[in-house]
């Protein structure tokens, strides 16, 4: 299974965002979560703060387990499968088995 980091694109594989495509924004490793962009937004109800003058409904995305995420890749939008390639330097990076951009 695909490590999920911060920044990578990923594909719902279940649940209501089934098949949609988004950004991890953040990880919790130990809950097997992560937030993504645009997904699983919940509509929570702010009251006036410091930090929001207004208050009011905040869109804000709920986390998703990582077991429902996939990897996917930035060109193709889809879920792909990785390889690997290595840099003159030796150093490996992760590409899409498909159309070899890096991911
Ligand atoms: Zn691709």
């Avoid at 207004?54 to 986390?63: D, K, L, Q």
């Avoid at 499968?81 to 290595?86: S, Y």
Wanted: hydrophobic residues 30%; aromatic residues 4%.
């Amino acid at each position: 299974m695909a490590r999920i980091k911060k920044g990578d694109i990923v594909t719902v594989l279940s649940g209501k965002e089934k098949g949609k495509t988004g950004k991890v924004l953040r990880v919790f490793p130990d809950r097997q979560l992560a937030l993504v962009e645009h997904l699983n937004v919940l509509k929570h109800f702010e009251r006036p703060s410091q930090q929001s003058q207004t208050g009011g409904i905040v869109p804000r995305e709920g986390p998703l387990p990582l077991s429902r995420l996939t990897l996917a890749c930035p060109r193709c939008r889809k879920p792909v499968r990785m390889g690997w390639q290595v840099t003159q330097t030796s150093d490996k990076y992760r590409v899409c088995a498909r159309c070899e951009e890096r991911l």
